[in-house]
């Protein structure tokens, strides 16, 4: 099988990696580089739950080519933590809008992007955002509930990330 190295940013720091020309992101930051909080669920782009942020834009990780990533900036869930516990992940937990977890990081990707391009989300605007990921668990109240939340405390000088 013909390999290709190639170079990648991912949270922050160059990753060099060999991939084949039909590997998708999904592939490479779970398989190749063990960043497995990105998950696989439906690899069929309709669930959500591998999102990544890719140029601040949130984006299905198992529909999106390796090779089209070089040059930009990836952020995967393990980006959001460093050095302590994102805001959404806090909120996430404290407010129930995650169970089983599957989905979850999906979620916090999806928010992250709504809240770095519109702070001050309607609720309606946070239904719109995540209407591309799916959850088996929490009926989504509790998800819109801690999106919100983390938007209100950024509002407030406490949310930042
Ligand atoms: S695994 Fe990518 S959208 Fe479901
Ligand atoms: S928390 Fe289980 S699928 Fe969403």
Partial sequence: ?????????????????AIREYDVLLDVVRENLNLTGTKRGCDMGTCGCCNVLIDGRARLSCLTMAMECIGKKIVTIEGLKSPIVHPLQRAFAESGGSQCGFCTQGFIMTAKALLDENPDPKREEIEEAISGN??????????????ENVAKLQKNGKGSN
């Fill in 1 to 17: 099988m013909l390999c290709k190295i190639i170079k990648l940013n991912i949270n922050g720091s160059t990753h060099e990696t």
């Fill in 134 to 147: 799916m959850c088996r668990c929490t009926g989504y109240i509790k998800i819109v509930d801690a999106i």
